[in-house]
């Protein structure tokens, strides 16, 4: 179980890498529709006047991390303590932004559904990571009531498949993500087609490209992954062992 949750993180890395290429690309294509976000990213006049340089240096700072992602307050004054900046510089950067911090919860989370299949559980957790306070996360979820979480967990089905998983293995991984019983048994049903074979031939050479394998090692490992053991032994049998 702790191999296939590791593995779960793995993919879940690997499509946030892929939503950070994406969002990139997004954002040279909006550039020109950032009129209304750079007026609210701006301190007032008469504080940046008053501001010495390591301040406004502070403040600059905070605002180009605003710029990429959005942050809690906690989680923006905590990431530029990391930056090299005082805790009570960086708190009184972030607190001149001005910015209203439900809203930034709003944005998190309508980015990680809009990038990453999640269920509502899980973006309710990563807005709890990310040191959102509880009203702040609670305003956040308000705002994403419509969403299908029926289509979430079935994308999430689609790409865990490109990976190569077995069927014990993606209801597993499923329920880890914080998908509902209900919302489980629906996407579960879209995959009576699959070929679990093939499945398990993917998830060897996935796990031949990062390390060394017997045969018996090989098998041993898919039966792991919850594959059968006619399975692992068709996916060793097509990996030239």
């Known amino acids: ?86 805790e009570a510089a960086a708190a009184a950067a972030v607190d001149r932004t001005g910015l209203d911090w439900k809203e930034q919860a709003v944005k998190s989370a309508e980015e990680y559904v809009k990038y990453l299949p999640m269920s509502r559980t899980g973006v309710a957790q990563m807005l709890e990571y ?20 029926d289509a979430e967990a079935d994308e999430a089905v689609t790409n865990f498949l490109k990976q190569g998983v077995s069927k014990l293995g993606l209801e597993e991984t499923l329920e880890f993500q914080g998908f509902t019983t209900e ?21 060897a050479e996935g ?12 098998i041993g490992q898919l039966k792991y992954e919850g594959f059968t053991t006619a399975q692992a032994e068709y996916a060793a049998d097509q990996c030239g062992f």
Not at 132 to 148: V, Y
Not at 183 to 203: E, H, S
Not at 207 to 218: I, K, S
């Open 130 to 149: 990310d040191r959102f306070t509880a009203d702040e996360a609670a305003h956040a979820m308000e705002h994403l009531e419509n969403t299908d979480w």
């Open 183 to 203: 919302q489980i048994g629906k996407a579960m049903g879209k995959t009576v087609d699959v070929d679990w074979d093939k499945q398990a031939v993917l998830c």
């Open 1 to 86: 179980m702790k191999k296939r949750l590791c593995l779960l993180l793995v993919l879940v890395m690997v499509f946030a890498l892929t939503a950070c290429g994406e969002k990139d690309e997004q954002k040279k294509n909006e550039i020109e529709d950032t009129t209304k976000e750079t007026e609210i990213l701006q301190p007032a006049e008469d504080d940046s006047q008053t501001l010495t340089r390591e301040e406004q240096d502070a403040l600059d700072h905070a605002l180009e991390l605003l710029e990429t992602i959005p942050y809690s307050r906690e989680g923006l004054i905590s990431q530029m303590v990391h930056d090299g900046y005082a």
């Open 207 to 218: 796990y031949l490209e990062a390390m060394e394998f017997d045969r018996d090692g090989l």
